[in-house]
């Protein structure tokens, strides 16, 4: 504490300096909190997340017709949209401005200012400053705060711009600007889980969030798969490659992170044959492959399903505590029949590919096998772009996460068909509710200080957050993932979802969810992704006497004739909540054709009674804090 005490006085030197600091807190607690967006189950579809962080999810165009009112028509307001939105394209293109002359040039830069000004006003000019560009801070800051309305001003405004314009910067002068704007919109960004798999480019997902000004995560149980293997989880890693091979993208994660999958698939092809069951679904993207390279993802894609299976079998005997018995799959299964015992009956299966399986020791891998996972885990484990992210999953991530009084998770808070909820019990210890998120996370996080080592407890049960009965990011009874591939009858397919996802209609559910967080607010909400919602059979994303938003982003392609909408994303600013929905993105050059047949705004009925204010917010807790050390500082050694 006194070292502490020291650093304040180094920098607060002064009774001054002191006083300065207070009153500049004083002022950010009393100005309106900055816009959130929440976004989930992004997977992996870069284009479409990109496009939604661009657009700021609506808010971009509401706030230009907020701006501008009438002194734009709906056509220049919705130009001026995209391009902001996408500078870059839009200045080489000539579709929607064939002409740009100097004058054309004069007129953006001073409307983007002007719009620069209307989403500044409720910050300091010193968060603005840290905003801005560094090598275009000190032009933005000169024609951000002159005067034009005085003579000598306005020559001193269109001199800077003119000279600005005469030297070639126009172009990038504007992409500055409208970065700058689309930043100050939203001030802060929540990723509600599951970032990867399904999609073909989460690495440029990723990429993205790691470089957004201000973002925190909540891990979904996709994101958790990678970050098991990544610690040591030879079941985690087979499966996101399994996965990786079904939708057709293992070789853009291959190039992405300089995987070695050559005795992958070197292996896949001398010993598996053609099998449509494993055919990838490729969607969109079925013509950028061959005959030959569809077929060679059909082999591995059984590879890796049975090394899969193998290794799930033995994990479950080395763990017993996880009460999985009734998943050892292989072990009831007829070799020589080809036919398997589910509950006690009888299924023959098909699209059979056990050529590696040894009846009298299923889950053993073959020699070969073993050099292949091997092999996969220390490419994977020793990719540097991979590091990078991981390690930001793991600064920026968590279970669960309270900000400004709102709850957001990826899965579910298991809960009892009573309502109650729902233990996990581990060596005579019962996990439920909160405790059970942080038993999870102080597990991962263990794992993650250890990645040399393989089968750990803590690096187990990262794989049972994935699959496991009482894994809050999974959410249900079982996951049949060889009765799908094996067994026609769809009976044995069925998952049975945990009882949270019938209880969060409950206003009276969500409430004590909410309290077990400690969260007694009448504004409290949770937000919450994983499940895609089916608006099409007319389920809303607001639940529990809305207490509850269901956001999954349903920007995976393989949902959207599910859910009927590329899903929701949610929008919180000092006035209350705000609901998007998306329509399937289809891709940039698109949107530069048909500008805003993507996004649909929808504003969530109830609004707060008094508009919010940085002191009511998590940040200002902080800054409160802040102002208390000060004060005690201000008396201690000012005499104040």
């Known amino acids: ?76 307001k919705d130009k001026l949209t995209l391009l902001i939105a996408y500078p870059q394209e839009v200045l080489s293109d000539g579709f929607l401005y064939p002409l740009k002359d100097k004058s054309w040039y004069g007129e953006i830069i001073q409307n983007l200012l002007t719009l620069l000004t209307f989403v500044t006003a409720k910050y300091t000019r010193s968060k603005v400053r840290k905003a801005l560009p560094p090598q275009y801070a000190y032009v933005i800051e000169e024609l951000l705060y002159t ?33 700058v704007i689309r930043q100050l919109i939203i001030d802060h960004l929540h990723i509600v889980g599951d970032i990867f798999d399904r999609g073909a480019a989460a690495d440029k997902v990723m990429n993205e969030i790691m470089a957004y000004h201000s973002v925190d995560i909540q891990w979904g149980n996709h994101d958790i798969i990678w970050m098991g293997a990544f610690f040591g989880s030879k079941e985690c890693l087979l499966i996101l490659l399994r996965i990786a091979a ?93 036919s398997i015992l589910v509950e006690e009956k009888k299924h023959f299966l098909a699209n059979t ?33 991979l590091k990078n992210q991981i390690s930001f999953l793991m600064n920026k991530g968590s279970m669960y996460k309270i900000y400004n009084n709102h709850l957001l998770f990826h899965g579910c808070i298991p809960l009892e068909t009573s309502g109650d909820f729902q233990p996990l019990q581990i060596n005579q210890i019962r996990y439920a509710g909160k405790e059970l998120l942080d038993f999870f996370e102080y597990h991962i996080r263990e794992s993650s200080k250890n990645p040399e080592i393989q089968n750990d407890f803590s690096t187990d049960l990262i794989w049972y957050c994935w699959n496991g009965k009482l894994s809050p990011l999974f959410g249900k009874d079982k996951m049949t993932t060889l009765e799908r591939y094996f067994i026609e009858d769809k009976e044995t397919h069925k998952e049975v979802e945990n009882s949270y996802f019938s ?83 289809q ?28 002191k009511s917010t998590s940040i200002g807790q902080i800054l409160m804090a802040q102002q208390q050390e000060l004060f005690a500082l201000l008396h201690e050694f000012y005499d104040f």
């Open 353 to 385: 590919c056990f050529q590696t399986i040894n009846p009298q020791q299923p889950d053993q891998l073959t020699d070969e096998e073993e050099e292949v996972v091997a092999t996969l885990l220390d490419s994977f484990q020793h990719s540097i772009q």
């Open 246 to 338: 079904r939708y057709g993208y293992l070789y853009d994660i291959e190039r992405a992170y300089g995987l070695n999958l050559r005795p992958l698939v070197l292996f896949a092809e001398k010993t598996y044959s053609e099998n449509a069951k494993f055919k990838p679904n490729l969607g969109k993207r079925s013509d950028r492959y061959s005959p030959i390279e569809i077929l060679q993802l059909e082999k591995v894609h059984q590879a890796l399903a049975i090394i899969q299976f193998k290794l799930e079998n033995q994990l479950i005997k080395r763990r017993p505590e996880f009460d999985m018995a009734q998943h050892l799959t292989l072990d009831k299964i007829d070799y020589w029949e080809e």
């Open 587 to 614: 891709n940039a050059q698109k949107v530069v054709e048909a500008p805003f047949a993507q996004t649909s705004l929808k504003k969530v009925i109830e609004n707060v009674e008094q508009r919010t204010l940085i």
């Open 503 to 585: 209880y969060r209609n409950s206003e009276k559910i969500c409430q004590l969810i909410l309290e077990e967080f400690g969260l007694f607010s009448q504004e409290s909400r949770m937000v919450n992704g994983h499940t895609p919602v089916k608006t099409g059979k007319g389920e809303s994303p607001i639940r529990g006497g809305g207490l509850l938003f269901v956001i999954d982003g349903g920007l995976c392609e393989a949902y959207q004739e599910k859910t009927g909408t590329a899903g929701y994303s949610l929008l919180n600013n000092s006035y209350g909540f705000q609901l998007v929905t998306h329509q399937p993105f």
């Open 147 to 179: 005067d034009r309305n005085l003579p000598d001003s306005n020559i001193y405004f269109e001199t800077i711009q003119n000279y600005l314009i005469d030297l070639g910067e126009a172009s990038q002068f504007i992409s500055a600007l409208a970065k």
């Open 1 to 76: 504490m006194e070292q502490y005490k020291r650093i304040l006085l180094k920098e607060f030197d002064s009774k001054q300096k002191v006083i300065t600091e207070l009153i500049n807190l004083e002022a950010i607690l009393n100005l309106p909190k900055g816009t959130e967006l929440y976004l989930s189950d992004i997977h992996g579809e870069f284009e479409a997340f990109d496009y939604i962080l661009r657009t700021c999810a609506g808010n971009l165009n509401e706030k230009i017709n907020d701006c501008f009112g009438e002194d734009l028509s709906k056509a220049e």
